[in-house]
């Protein structure tokens, strides 16, 4: 039933913003399990340091559990931030910013630029880069990719003690254009009933080519450049619905006339 011991460590005198104190302790018997820590008013809090950020005098109280579950007793010190000293923060903030999907998207969207200070000195500033051209501007601003393309999006924060975070890179894919057919189906009689289906999309690419021929009702899916058989001669309505990577469709319908059959000469 020993208490473990708090030996953290606190300031002798002013520190500036950023400044970071570790929580420590010592346990001779089953050792240190954690730490628990308040500062002022605010929520006890369990990490193994605390970040003080705001000038003027703030109440720190400490206090460490072992492995037995036995807490020692609460301390507290004075700890003064002074914001004529230098500012103590090291760590680079986090990106925040918006999640981009990794599929395609059919209408312009917009990104939010922000970070997270990570326990240190608040942002001045972030960062975003869109192919090759850079920008500035607050946490929290927020900018719209409105045209069709693959796009490389890049973000960045800086915090007041002028630590940068890594550029962090996703990748934003539009296209708002629907793809085209591009079949080159007879507008008159022809002898011959196999067709070759084909389409094209500038951006996404074209995912499929669905069909339908009537009469008949029969349906099938080919790729691009794909071949269809007539089931016999006559006239058939042959519907295709083009389909781009983006989910996008186009939907076209011709009519074609088949006749494979040589005529008869009956000439007497």
């Given at each position: 039933m020993v208490k473990p011991t708090d030996t953290t460590a606190y300031p002798a005198g002013p520190v500036g913003r950023g400044h970071k104190i570790s929580i420590t302790g010592t346990d001779a018997d089953s050792g240190v399990?954690?730490?628990e820590w308040q500062l002022d008013d605010g929520p006890i809090k369990t990490t193994t340091s605390a970040t003080l950020i705001d000038n003027g005098p703030h109440l720190l109280r400490t206090r460490v559990r072992d492995v037995a579950g036995n807490?020692?007793?609460?301390r507290s010190g004075t700890v003064t931030v002074d914001g004529s000293l230098p500012v103590e923060d090291d760590e680079p903030p986090i990106d925040t910013s918006t999640t981009?999907?990794?599929?395609?998207?059919?209408?312009?969207?917009?990104?939010?630029?922000?970070?997270?200070?990570?326990?240190?000195?608040?942002?001045?500033?972030?960062?975003?880069?869109?192919?090759?051209?850079?920008y500035h501007g607050d946490s929290g601003d927020t900018f719209t990719v409105?045209?069709?393309?693959?796009?490389?999006?890049?973000?960045?924060?800086?915090?007041?003690a002028g630590n940068t975070s890594s550029w962090r890179t996703q990748t934003l894919k539009i296209d708002q254009t629907p793809p085209q057919d591009t079949s080159d189906l007879p507008s008159d009689?022809?002898?011959?009933?196999?067709?070759?289906?084909?389409?094209?999309?500038?951006?996404?690419?074209?995912?499929?080519?669905?069909?339908?021929?009537?009469?008949?009702?029969i349906?099938?899916?080919v790729a691009s450049g794909g071949t269809i058989t007539l089931p016999s001669d006559g006239t058939f309505?042959?519907?295709?619905?083009?389909?781009?990577?983006a989910g996008q469709r186009t939907t076209v319908a011709?009519?074609?006339?088949?006749?494979?059959?040589?005529?008869?000469?009956?000439?007497d």
């Open positions: 399990a954690g730490v807490w020692s007793e609460w981009l999907p990794s599929g395609w998207l059919t209408k312009p969207f917009t990104v939010t630029v922000k970070a997270d200070p990570d326990g240190g000195t608040d942002i001045d500033y972030v960062e975003w880069r869109i192919n090759d051209e850079i409105s045209t069709d393309g693959v796009h490389e999006i890049e973000t960045r924060a800086t915090d007041l009689w022809a002898n011959t009933r196999t067709f070759t289906l084909s389409a094209t999309d500038a951006t996404s690419g074209v995912d499929r080519i669905d069909y339908t021929i009537n009469p008949g009702n349906t099938g899916s309505t042959i519907t295709r619905r083009v389909y781009d990577q011709s009519t074609v006339k088949v006749d494979t059959v040589d005529p008869v000469n009956t000439s």
